[in-house]
């Protein structure tokens, strides 16, 4: 049995990845700040709840010494929380951004990385965003380059960066990021568009299965690698 966390899990892209990482028969631990909102999506999806704030390190810390209390190792970890940060750029909300989106995986991942050296292939994937990809939002022929949303952007980058540092520093594992695609979330509403999460759930689905000799240290979309 493949034993899975996933972050931000009680909702849109990492509920749907919960969902299909289930019926692949894993053991899911779906991750929610809210804990009412983390048990009622857990007992929806027939998955295991822990309550995990990514900015707080006390409850990173009991969330993972809760899951090895449970099982002897950790498969997957998907490092799906995040926020979209499209507010004016102050010291603040900067702050926000980066404790959230790029800090907070780092949080996790620390205290992941103990239980993934027990798993026989463990494999991390982080939700990046193509926006966070230097090569995309300097490009004209790519909608990134139009989109002003500097604090998310730039955390989303420092994500993908950390994704392939972990990937250098920590060879026994997989360490991925991933575009999903644009996905009619809570997070995107405002902009009235994307797809059904359950699609851009598929897309980190295939990261976070791939064997042993799968790739580490990329960013891909659902065609593959991109550059970043």
Do not use: C
């Amino acid at each position: 049995m493949t034993v899975t966390l996933i972050t931000g899990a009680n909702k849109g892209i990492g509920f749907e990845t919960a969902r299909q990482l289930l019926a692949r028969g894993h053991t899911v631990y779906v991750g929610s700040r809210d804990p009412e909102r983390g048990e009622r999506a857990a007992a929806t999806l027939g998955a295991r709840f822990v309550q995990l704030d990514v900015t707080d390190d006390a409850s990173v810390a009991d969330a993972l010494a809760a899951i090895g209390a449970e099982q002897d190792r950790l498969d997957v970890l998907v490092n799906n929380a995040g926020i979209l940060a499209d507010e004016a750029p102050s010291g603040p909300a900067a702050l926000r951004a980066f404790d959230v989106n790029a800090v907070g995986l780092v949080r996790v991942t620390e205290a992941a990385l103990p239980l993934l050296r027990k798993s026989a292939n463990p494999a991390v994937v982080t939700v990046s965003s193509s926006m966070g990809s230097f090569w995309a939002v300097t490009n004209p022929e790519r909608p990134e380059s139009g989109l002003p949303l500097a604090l998310y952007a730039a955390s989303k980058a420092a994500a993908t960066m950390l994704t392939i540092q972990y990937a250098k520093s920590q060879p026994g594992i997989r360490f991925n990021a991933v575009e999903p695609g644009p996905t009619a979330t809570d997070m995107t509403a405002a902009f009235g568009i994307g797809r059904p999460a359950a699609e851009s759930a598929a897309v980190v689905v295939r990261l976070a299965t791939l064997g042993p000799d799968g790739p580490t240290g990329t960013l891909q979309d659902e065609r593959g690698v991109l550059p970043f």
